[in-house]
């Protein structure tokens, strides 16, 4: 090949790229990525920051809430916390045991009675029915008026004997 045939080789192959590339002549537009600049997507934009900056306050106060529970579960679990609920424990059964007995007990039992425990009043009196059964009524008020009743029926129950066996 000579050198004519391959510049016009040359000439038409330029020519032919030139006639199907597309037109670049069309003016350069700037377009912003940031949805604030170009106002497309700012909606969406908006609530993705809105829901990381929730996110991120919730995450502040769950951590700030445990903090406040570790040490209120700290608090409870010292020596002198634990010496205090054994101690109110014993003294609640030995209140108990005394009122018990007093209430339920053969000789010289206490028919009726009162006293006041953390706000609250509680009286109880043994009552006599027609049919010579008897039964403790308690009743409990508390500090807010509501009141609540209790009868308790005695000498009717078997706790270490079965009923059947005589």
């Not at 002198?80 to 424990?89: C, D, G, H, P, W």
């Not at 010289?108 to 609250?120: P, Q, Y």
């Not at 409990?140 to 009743?149: F, K, M």
Request: no cysteine.
């Amino acid at each position: 090949m000579d050198k004519l045939e391959v510049a016009t080789l040359i000439t038409i192959f330029m020519v032919s790229i030139l006639a199907v590339s597309p037109n670049t002549n069309a003016d350069v537009v700037h377009k912003f990525k940031n949805p604030s600049f170009s106002g497309q997507g700012t909606g969406a934009h908006y609530l993705t920051i809105e829901n990381q900056e929730h996110s991120r306050k919730k995450a502040i106060k769950d951590a700030m809430e445990a903090a406040r529970k570790a040490a209120e579960r700290d608090a409870e679990n010292t020596t002198m916390a634990k010496f205090i609920r054994n101690l109110e424990s014993r003294i609640y059964a030995q209140l108990s045991k005394q009122l018990v007995e007093s209430m339920f007990s053969n000789d010289n039992s206490v028919r009726f009675g009162s006293f006041i425990l953390e706000g609250n009043t509680v009286t109880y009196e043994v009552i006599t029915n027609a049919d010579g059964t008897e039964y403790i009524k308690m009743t409990i008020v508390a500090e807010d008026g509501t009141t609540t009743v209790i009868e308790i029926p005695i000498g009717s129950g078997n706790f270490s004997q079965d009923p059947d066996v005589g």
